[in-house]
């Protein structure tokens, strides 16, 4: 097997550590792996499969000899993207920078493999929630179109990074022990309001826009109609922060054209790759952020007809954020990109 080049560009946070967690889990094919991440944690070393290797600081001359770069999100994409492309390397890319450029691809590899092989170099990983959201929809869209859909969220905490974490934590212990709850992370570090995350729910992601949306809410509107490829599916989100470590959650309403039965659903979810019903309402057995952290797969449950609506169902799904929602399906889509001999050496 030929074996590949690899660069991680934000190799020291929780997606850059995911990746390196996968490559080794998945057996990846990597001849070379070069850490990068900002000049703050330059020098930084990480001990990986036996050998140690010493974080360098990003610059544009860092994608020498690069076949894939993976880059783990933020703004430095915008920086590095292109220096990257220009040097020879695939760039698959976290964050939201490219999502939807015309130019750019945004795959879920088993939603729209097809896509890849439309990219100019850089190809875009969707937003967390959206690719939770279409491990579900998919299937079900495989069934009978969708017409609209209705989601609400319930995100963890890791979705806004290790500081969101570490307060979260904080706050717990400071009630626990009668001190007073500061909060300086959540909604976002950068906004001019932070609320308490510990025993409570934010229903606020991102910034809002000028449609009274947030920024977080209208990704999983846009994204979802692109990756689909489907401008006249219907979508409306809800996106709300929980007080959950890892794994995010959604309930989401569909209305398709034709009539899906419950049956039916379960059975072309169950039969979707990277996705599994878990629901037995008998034995309360439905998918949990408890129980689906650290795990590849989406788990789909309470599903059942939406008697308010014609054609319509309602479903619960959780998926780890980390992992299939950012680290693992970009590592799908490099893996699928080998698989199809897709990338020059």
């Not at 909060?183 to 976002?188: H, Q, S, V």
């Not at 799904?317 to 990338?343: P, S, T, V, W």
Request: charged content about 25%; some cysteine; glycine content about 6%.
């Amino acid at each position: 097997m030929k074996k590949y080049n690899v660069a991680i560009l934000g190799a020291t946070g929780a997606v850059g550590q995911e990746f390196l967690n996968l490559i080794e889990e998945r057996n990846f094919p990597f001849a070379d792996l070069k850490m990068l991440a900002s000049k703050r944690s330059a020098g930084k070393k990480i001990q990986f499969m036996g050998k140690e290797y010493t974080v360098e600081e990003t610059t544009e001359n860092s994608f020498e000899g690069v076949d894939i770069a993976l880059f783990a999100g933020g703004g430095a994409s915008k920086v590095f993207a292109k220096p990257a492309v220009d040097a020879g390397a695939v760039v698959i890319d976290n964050s939201s920078a490219f999502r939807m450029d015309p130019e750019v691809p945004l795959v879920v590899p088993e939603v729209n493999p097809e896509a890849i092989a439309k990219h100019k170099g850089i190809i875009a990983n969707p937003n967390c929630s959206t690719i939770i959201m279409l491990m579900a929809l998919k299937p079900l869209y495989d069934v009978s179109k969708i017409k609209r859909v209705v989601v609400s969220t319930y995100q963890a905490v890791s979705g806004g990074g290790k500081e969101a974490m570490a307060e979260l934590e904080q706050q717990v212990d400071d009630i626990v022990n009668g001190r007073e709850v500061t909060a300086n992370i959540l909604p976002g570090a950068a906004l001019k309001k932070h609320y308490q995350i510990a025993f409570n729910l934010i229903p606020q992601i991102d910034v809002f826009q000028d449609n009274l949306y947030t920024k977080e809410e209208m990704k999983m509107v846009n994204e979802t109609k692109k990756i689909l490829d489907d401008p006249d599916i219907r979508v409306t989100a809800t996106t709300i922060r929980v007080p959950v470590y890892r794994s995010h959650a959604e309930s989401v309403n569909i209305e398709f054209e034709e009539e899906v039965s419950v049956e039916a659903a379960r059975k072309a979810i169950n039969a979707f790759p990277g996705a599994v019903v878990n629901d037995n309402p008998d034995e309360q057995e439905y998918p949990m952020p408890l129980f689906t952290s650290g795990k590849d797969d989406v788990e789909v449950g309470r599903i059942r007809k939406d008697y308010s609506c014609e054609n319509a169902l309602n479903l619960w799904c959780c998926g780890d954020q980390i992992r299939k929602g950012a680290a693992l399906n970009a590592l799908q889509i490099a893996e699928y990109m080998i698989a199809h001999d897709m990338i020059k050496k």
